[in-house]
């Protein structure tokens, strides 16, 4: 009696061992997303100064092409893009405000 206990306790086991597993999918943890803080009111005057003189500047084709190659301004880059930004725009006038 114990064996055949043992037997289909045996064969139980082996027929789920044959059943398909079913995988948990794994979910990845969200990827930390750049901590943005809010312009200050000296950046905000800043940036309507330049959006002003950048609005009545003539520039030539090569800034053209550098200004168009830019890739999507975001969070992580936006400083660096707006120093490049204002450095050509010192190339024409190295005073922020237009003269009227």
Known sequence: MKQLKFLKLYNTILE?????????????????????TPLSPESEVLLVRLLK????????????????????????NAKETLSMLIRIMQKYSTDIDIDV
């Open 16 to 36: 789920q061992d044959d059943a398909p597993v079913q995988e948990v999918p794994v979910e990845e943890p969200p990827a930390a997303e750049p901590e943005v």
């Open 53 to 76: 003189k950048a609005i009545v500047t003539t520039i030539e084709a090569e800034d053209v092409d550098t200004i168009s190659s830019l890739e999507d301004i975001n969070e992580v």
